[in-house]
């Protein structure tokens, strides 16, 4: 078991002299979602290279910089970059942003994504909210670092996803009159993208969407004892289903054309909290 106090220590001693105050709320963005970051009032903005020992991330859409700022009366941890477990690094590097906003007395996280859509209902540009996720890719890894044998809903595990953060996500989302979608994210490594015939596969099993990243994290945010809560931007259809080639270009413009709408989402969401 990886012991996250002593290996990221400074790290932590440094953000807590860089932060000048507990946020009330912490935010992970994934592809394409960064530019959330210019609709608050930001008051430190701290690129993760200057930061000793946090994992650069090398994926476009990505661009490495933890942000703290103010809306709405509340004040928000930005992650503006991922750290991906297909990029090579170890679980206990990935779910640093978790370990940092615990670290920082944050009590509520909502964690973002790209997905590639699989429910025949869903169409590139619809928002998700994560209602369960499929995560057996990750329980080795993640037992290992959090040291219990099974993910099983021990030490408030079984908390994820908050109900209470869920609800205050479906309310802004009907406020704001935004179409929210629920279902299923199914967690898969990466870093190729799912052959047609691991799609059907995951659909018959009760996936909705599919990606790389968020279920090790928002595992262990409610293992931390974090309110914690998912949305994904459905920004292609996975693979097979429409024909086409995946890319990442694709992800990253989907994302780009409906930042408004979750932009307009979130703002709402913090505002409720």
């Known amino acids: 078991m990886v012991n996250l106090n002593s290996k990221y220590q400074e ?10 105050a507990h946020p009330d709320l912490s935010i992970i963005l994934g592809s394409g979602l960064g530019d959330f970051v210019n609709e ?3 008051i430190k903005s701290i690129p993760t290279s200057s930061i000793k020992n ?16 103010e809306y709405s009366g509340k004040n928000i941890l930005i992650f503006q970059g991922r750290i991906h477990f297909y990029e090579g690094y ?18 509520k996280i909502i964690l973002t994504n790209a997905a590639g859509g699989i429910n025949p209902l869903f169409t590139p540009g619809d928002l ?21 044998p099974t993910i099983d809903g021990k030490n408030n595990l079984i908390n994820f996803p908050s109900p209470k953060l869920n609800e205050i996500i479906k309310k802004a989302a009907l406020l704001e009159k935004i179409d929210l979608k629920e279902g299923v ?12 015939s691991e799609i059907k596969m995951i659909k018959k099993f009760g996936g909705d969407a599919v990606g790389m990243s968020t279920v090790h994290e928002s595992i262990f945010a409610a293992y931390l004892g974090l309110e914690t809560a998912s949305i994904s931007c459905i920004t292609n259809f996975a693979a097979g289903i429409s024909g086409k080639k995946l890319n990442h270009e694709e992800v990253t413009e989907t994302a780009n054309k409906v930042k408004y ?5 979130v703002k709402k969401i913090i505002s409720l909290i």
């Open 261 to 265: 709408k979750f932009e307009r989402l």
């Open 90 to 107: 170890n679980i206990s590097e990935c779910v640093l942003p978790v370990f940092i906003s615990h670290k920082l007395n944050s009590k």
């Open 54 to 69: 946090y994992p650069p991330s090398t994926i476009k859409g990505h661009e490495g910089k933890i942000h703290f700022g």
């Open 11 to 20: 790290l932590i001693d440094q953000l807590k002299r860089e932060i000048p």
């Open 185 to 196: 994210y199914w967690y898969v490594k990466g870093p190729s993208y799912e052959t047609p």
């Open 128 to 148: 998700m909210l994560i209602e369960s996720v499929n995560g057996i890719a990750i329980k080795k890894e993640l037992s290992d670092l959090i040291g219990i």
């Open 40 to 42: 608050i009032k930001l």
